[in-house]
């Protein structure tokens, strides 16, 4: 949207240029006078949540910042030095954008707000205020006119005409507020009718007539973004709008880019996973699992199942990435009389699916393990050295499951794999180091990308020549082939022992929280359960998170319970966001390859080795040799090559983005932007 008061007023101060939206005279003697604008956002931070959302929503898709903390001792003084100077002759901004915990957090007559606002009058420079309430000073009316102050949970918000015509055209349209318990208050917040300058993007009901929560305020050759409630990183609500902000204030011109990211890894195809027992409160077959011995029972899916699942996937446009274990299967098959309608209806429909090596019988990878003992330890020889499987041993499993498939007409790519278990990798506290023949094992068979668990190591890392892949997992236990099934472990393990639980919630409050109540055993896992996993796998989804999701071949099974949270997930996701804005599943390569592309931006800028500015309709990214640069831009942009130009990135919610670098022969990117 453009600001017309905004665009006479730079016009006025000859520095059109500076505004992306706004037409740049071809004069040299103009584009002389163009300031430069750093890509960079200034952050004031007062230490509240909303702030700290915003913060967040930056970092975490590389758009870089400085942030001064109001409460800190010897923080800057924000003034006209600190916000602007000359470079090589050019005036230069040396902030694209400003945030604010309000619209004046500095006190009223405070010079450093005047600062700011000259700043932002003189350089066309938009302003966030991450909360506030509703009055004439930011735009709208007090609440006693119209409005509302209170608790906002549940509150059905939705994108005026001009949200979607302007920063939130990527949503589909409503945005409601969380309400996950009646008895904690989630959101509180103002809700204003919109006063002269003031357009509303996002607004609610009132009783009669509907008041604003989100809007941009145009005044005094200034604008602002005015938000009216409370929220804080991890709240639907915020997620939903946090993209739209970020454009907003940098409009639509800014380093990082951001995706929404869901792939789901089937963990154990193939082969059959042990069941819970529901009177032992364990899983006979596991190692700890006391009066287990002869109460073994296995959960493995059918070639019905099978059927089922290549029909979801077609029905939701979804694809499955299934992480096979052909030996395993292959040793049911021998142990059920020699046929396997499952693998077989499974290779028929193999181009279905996505398929991944999750080695040929499943086994622990790591040290030999003693499970005599609870928990478990490492064997030692009589030196005290701890016994590992072999390099060699490693080496087959993974040849020998990549062989098998190929014999099948199976396509994979060999440079990914899971191993059973995430084993091989460190697992504390019994093996605080990786099996010293892994990292050959993956070498010896081409492996580049190692799935891992990000509950255990989040954070990506080299193994050998290979990385790390985090894979968070979802809250749908591998032991369970049933509803009654999951609501009986789930009350085992969240529920006190006078509730007849474990109490292990009880001994680690500062991870686990204990239930109110034991869910009902029948109904508990879809009316309960389902809901939460699926909040929280759609929180990953929102967040601009690649790492992929992993569940088992026994959620596919029986009752079939994976896909009430995947349904749920999916459903709710298309609900929200337009077309425009797809949900990305990804390779588990491509997610590696992102994650590393992230974490070499990530040092290049808290090293600060990126310099990135525009001046006019040209922007410039310089970054270290090797990195690439997350950049987002309007529809229309060009990159220059060396001959030519071409169409810059690929299409996302509204913009264009990708990762890029210098061409041939070149030190710098260099885009073009529409006039």
């Not at 740049?24 to 002389?32: E, K, L, S």
């Not at 890894?265 to 042990?274: E, G, K, L, M, R």
């Not at 429909?349 to 330890?377: E, I, S």
């Amino acid at each position: 949207m453009v600001n017309k008061n905004r665009m006479n007023r730079v016009a006025a101060a000859m520095a059109a240029a500076a505004l992306v939206s706004v037409a740049v005279p071809a004069a040299t003697a103009q584009a002389a006078t163009a300031p430069r604008i750093d890509l960079k956002v200034l952050v004031v931070d007062d230490g509240g949540s909303s702030v700290e959302a915003i913060t967040a929503e930056l970092r975490d898709t590389g758009v870089p910042y400085t942030r001064v903390q109001l409460g800190g001792s010897g923080r800057p003084v924000i003034d006209a030095g600190f916000l602007s100077d000359t470079v090589d002759g050019r005036p230069r901004a040396k902030y694209q954008g400003v945030v604010l915990p309000n619209e004046n957090p500095f006190g009223e007559g405070s010079a450093e707000m005047a600062a700011l606002a000259a700043y932002e009058t003189t350089y066309g420079i938009r302003q966030v205020d991450a909360y506030t309430w509703a009055h004439p000073g930011v735009g709208l009316e007090y609440t006693d006119n119209g409005g509302f102050s209170g608790q906002l949970d549940g509150t059905q918000a939705a994108v005026t005409a001009a949200g979607k015509a302007g920063p939130f055209g990527y949503l589909g349209g409503q945005v409601a507020f969380e309400d996950n318990s009646v008895l904690v208050p989630e959101s509180f917040g103002f809700m204003g009718k919109p006063r002269t300058g003031y357009t509303s993007y996002l607004d609610a009901p009132v009783g009669s007539g509907r008041a604003s929560l989100v809007g941009e305020y145009a005044h005094d050759g200034r604008s602002e973004l005015v938000v009216t409630f409370g929220y804080n990183q991890y709240q639907q609500q915020f997620r939903l709008l946090a993209r739209g902000i970020v454009d907003w204030l940098t409009q639509g011109v800014h380093l990082g880019q951001s995706r929404n990211y869901f792939a789901v890894h089937v963990d154990d195809v193939f082969a059959p996973d042990a069941r819970w027992n529901k009177e032992l409160n364990c899983t006979p077959g596991d190692y700890a699992c006391a009066g287990g011995e002869g109460k073994e029972s296995t959960i493995r899916m059918t070639a019905a199942d099978a059927q089922y699942a290549a029909q979801w996937q077609t029905s939701k446009g979804f694809k499955l990435d299934m992480l096979f274990n052909a030996g395993a299967g292959e040793e049911w098959k021998t142990e059920n009389g020699g046929t396997d309608a499952l693998t077989a209806q499974l290779v028929a429909d193999r181009a279905k699916y996505r398929w991944m090596n999750h080695t040929y019988t499943h086994p622990f990878l790591g040290c030999v393990q003693n499970t005599t003992t609870t928990p478990w330890t490492c064997v030692k020889n009589a030196q005290g050295a701890v016994q590992y499987m072999s390099r060699a041993d490693i080496s087959a499993q993974i040849r020998d499951n990549n062989n098998w498939a190929a014999a099948k007409g199976i396509t994979t790519d060999r440079t990914e794999l899971v191993t059973g278990e995430h084993s091989g990798l460190k697992t504390n506290p019994q093996q605080p180091q990786d099996n010293p023949n892994l990292a050959g094992a993956l070498a010896d068979n081409g492996v580049k990308w190692a799935g891992s668990d990000n509950s255990r190591e989040p954070v990506q890392r080299a193994v050998g020549a290979a990385l790390t892949v985090p894979r968070h997992p979802m809250n749908v236990y591998y032991n369970t082939g049933t509803n009654a099934e999951m609501a009986d472990e789930y009350n085992w393990i969240y529920t006190s022992r006078a509730h007849g639980g474990s109490g292990i919630c009880e001994d680690n409050p500062a991870t686990s929280t204990c239930l109110p109540a034991p869910v009902d055993a029948n109904t508990g896992y879809l009316d309960q359960i389902v809901p939460q996993e699926a909040r929280t796998a759609l929180r990953h989804v929102l967040a601009n998170d690649p790492r992929p999701h992993y569940v088992h071949q026994s959620n596919l099974a029986e009752d079939r319970t994976l896909y009430p949270v995947l349904n749920q997930v999916l459903d709710t996701y298309r609900s929200l966001y337009a077309p425009s804005a797809p949900i990305v599943n990804q390779t588990m390569k491509e997610a590696g390859v992102e994650l590393g592309r992230r974490a070499a931006w990530d040092k290049a800028l808290a090293e600060g080795k990126v310099t990135a500015y525009r001046i006019g309709t040209a922007v410039t990214v310089k970054a270290p040799s090797g990195v690439v640069a997350p950049v987002t831009a309007p529809n229309g942009t060009k990159k220059q090559l060396l001959l030519g130009t071409a169409d810059f990135g690929t299409a996302y919610a509204g913009t264009r983005s990708t990762w890029t670098g210098p061409e041939l022969l070149q030190s710098a990117v260099t885009l073009k932007l529409p006039s």
